[in-house]
């Protein structure tokens, strides 16, 4: 499946081939699990620049870059969120890989420990990983 999406592919596509993605979908900012899901990226900021790890925070009137509550630049948008979010549960995570395709979607918190399991058996991550 590769990701495809219309008026906000162009965005996310600069990313293709450089930067796996991570979109985290909430309800709203306040969600517990949100702040959990935020909490523990932040514990391993290392290992999101290892594993080339841009996050992305959706909800469904607009989105956020970037793996904390604050900074971050809010952009109008619905369309990312109507499209990945098709349940009603209230937390969603899906990566994707550096070619553009879904590799994972879960709903609930994902630890650290097995997003970096799914990037490091991940094909191309494999090869990062050799070539140190």
């Not at 990313?15 to 979109?23: D, F």
């Not at 790890?53 to 607009?62: A, D, E, R, S």
């Not at 995570?93 to 918190?109: A, P, Q, R, S, W």
Request: hydrophobic content about 35%; charged content about 25%.
């Amino acid at each position: 499946m590769t990701l495809n999406l219309s008026a906000k592919a162009q965005e996310l596509d600069t990313h293709r081939w450089k930067n796996r993605v991570l979109l985290i979908f909430a309800e709203n900012d306040n969600n517990p699990t949100l702040s959990e899901q935020l909490k523990a990226l932040n514990s391993d900021i290392e290992g999101l620049k290892e594993g080339k790890l841009i996050v992305y925070q959706i909800f469904p009137t607009h989105y956020k870059t970037g793996y904390t509550h604050s900074h971050e630049t809010i952009k109008p948008d619905e369309s990312l969120f109507k499209k990945y979010n098709t349940s009603s549960d209230p937390f969603k995570v899906i990566l994707i890989g550096l070619d553009g395709g879904v590799k994972y979607e879960k709903y609930g918190l994902l630890k650290n420990s097995a997003l970096f399991e799914i990037i490091d058996g991940m094909p191309m991550r494999k090869s990062e990983i050799s070539k140190n």
